[in-house]
Protein backbone atom coordinates (compact mmCIF):
# COMPACT_ATOMS: atom_id res chain seq x y z
CA UNK A 1 0.00 0.00 0.00
CA UNK A 2 1.10 3.50 -0.78
CA UNK A 3 0.80 6.15 1.85
CA UNK A 4 0.29 9.94 0.88
CA UNK A 5 0.39 12.33 3.79
CA UNK A 6 -0.69 16.14 3.37
CA UNK A 7 -1.35 18.78 5.65
CA UNK A 8 1.55 20.00 7.23
CA UNK A 9 2.35 23.55 7.54
CA UNK A 10 3.52 26.45 10.32
CA UNK A 11 1.16 27.38 13.10
CA UNK A 12 1.32 29.22 16.01
CA UNK A 13 0.83 27.79 19.56
CA UNK A 14 -2.65 27.02 20.47
CA UNK A 15 -3.48 26.96 17.15
CA UNK A 16 -5.01 23.71 14.84
CA UNK A 17 -4.10 21.67 11.83
CA UNK A 18 -5.55 18.61 10.41
CA UNK A 19 -3.33 15.87 8.63
CA UNK A 20 -4.25 13.42 6.50
CA UNK A 21 -3.21 10.96 4.89
CA UNK A 22 -4.45 9.14 1.61
CA UNK A 23 -3.68 5.59 1.13
CA UNK A 24 -3.79 3.63 -2.17
CA UNK A 25 -2.98 0.20 -3.78
CA UNK A 26 -4.23 -1.90 -1.31
CA UNK A 27 -7.54 -2.84 0.62
CA UNK A 28 -7.54 -0.62 2.80
CA UNK A 29 -10.00 -1.90 5.72
CA UNK A 30 -7.51 -4.64 6.25
CA UNK A 31 -4.93 -2.20 7.66
CA UNK A 32 -4.43 -0.76 11.15
CA UNK A 33 -3.18 2.81 10.53
CA UNK A 34 -1.08 5.26 12.41
CA UNK A 35 0.60 9.01 13.21
CA UNK A 36 4.50 8.83 13.88
CA UNK A 37 6.37 12.19 14.18
CA UNK A 38 10.42 12.45 14.15
CA UNK A 39 11.57 15.87 15.75
CA UNK A 40 14.94 17.41 14.81
CA UNK A 41 17.96 14.87 16.61
CA UNK A 42 15.11 12.67 18.45
CA UNK A 43 13.78 9.21 17.22
CA UNK A 44 10.36 8.44 15.16
CA UNK A 45 7.74 8.21 18.07
CA UNK A 46 4.07 7.15 18.14
CA UNK A 47 1.70 9.94 17.82
CA UNK A 48 -1.74 7.82 17.53
CA UNK A 49 -3.29 4.69 15.88
CA UNK A 50 -6.58 3.29 14.58
CA UNK A 51 -7.37 -0.38 14.15
CA UNK A 52 -9.12 -1.13 10.65
CA UNK A 53 -12.39 -1.96 12.75
CA UNK A 54 -12.64 2.11 13.29
CA UNK A 55 -13.08 1.29 17.17
CA UNK A 56 -9.91 0.50 19.27
CA UNK A 57 -7.41 4.04 19.11
CA UNK A 58 -4.77 4.40 20.98
CA UNK A 59 -2.65 8.05 21.79
CA UNK A 60 1.05 8.31 22.99
CA UNK A 61 0.41 10.43 26.56
CA UNK A 62 1.42 13.72 24.73
CA UNK A 63 -0.56 14.44 22.73
CA UNK A 64 -3.96 12.74 24.55
CA UNK A 65 -7.14 15.32 25.04
CA UNK A 66 -5.22 17.34 21.65
CA UNK A 67 -5.13 14.50 18.83
CA UNK A 68 -7.75 12.90 17.02
CA UNK A 69 -7.24 10.51 15.09
CA UNK A 70 -9.94 9.00 12.99
CA UNK A 71 -10.58 7.31 9.51
CA UNK A 72 -12.97 6.97 6.43
CA UNK A 73 -12.73 3.39 4.62
CA UNK A 74 -14.78 4.71 2.02
CA UNK A 75 -12.42 7.34 0.92
CA UNK A 76 -9.05 5.48 2.28
CA UNK A 77 -8.03 8.24 4.07
CA UNK A 78 -6.71 8.49 7.45
CA UNK A 79 -6.87 11.91 9.40
CA UNK A 80 -5.33 13.18 12.22
CA UNK A 81 -7.23 16.46 13.65
CA UNK A 82 -4.46 18.94 15.88
CA UNK A 83 -5.87 20.91 18.43
CA UNK A 84 -3.94 23.28 21.10
CA UNK A 85 -0.84 22.82 19.14
CA UNK A 86 2.27 23.06 21.39
CA UNK A 87 6.05 24.68 20.12
CA UNK A 88 6.87 20.68 21.22
CA UNK A 89 4.68 19.10 18.81
CA UNK A 90 6.70 20.41 16.07
CA UNK A 91 8.43 17.44 13.98
CA UNK A 92 7.85 15.81 10.43
CA UNK A 93 5.00 13.87 10.85
CA UNK A 94 4.67 10.33 9.23
CA UNK A 95 1.46 8.37 8.30
CA UNK A 96 1.86 4.81 8.70
CA UNK A 97 -0.15 1.17 7.94
CA UNK A 98 -0.15 -1.71 9.57
CA UNK A 99 -1.39 -5.37 8.35
CA UNK A 100 -1.91 -8.66 10.11
CA UNK A 101 1.91 -9.09 9.53
CA UNK A 102 3.20 -6.08 11.51
CA UNK A 103 1.56 -3.92 14.75
CA UNK A 104 0.97 -0.31 13.76
CA UNK A 105 2.66 0.90 17.12
CA UNK A 106 5.87 -0.83 17.36
CA UNK A 107 6.16 -2.65 14.10
CA UNK A 108 4.30 -0.51 10.68
CA UNK A 109 4.41 -2.25 7.15
CA UNK A 110 4.21 0.83 5.75
CA UNK A 111 5.05 4.67 5.71
CA UNK A 112 4.34 7.26 3.97
CA UNK A 113 6.99 10.44 3.64
CA UNK A 114 6.75 13.46 6.05
CA UNK A 115 4.58 16.28 6.31
CA UNK A 116 6.66 19.45 8.40
CA UNK A 117 4.49 20.49 11.15
CA UNK A 118 6.12 23.57 12.68
CA UNK A 119 4.54 25.63 15.85
CA UNK A 120 5.69 29.06 16.62
CA UNK A 121 5.88 29.80 19.91
Known amino acids: VQLQASGGGLVQAGGSLRLSCAAS????????MGWFRQAPGLEREFVAAIRRSGISIDYSGSVKGRFTISRDNAKNTVTLQMNSLKPEDTAVYYC???????????????WGQGTQVTVSS
Open 25 to 32: GGMFSRYD
Open 96 to 110: AAANLYGDIISRPNY
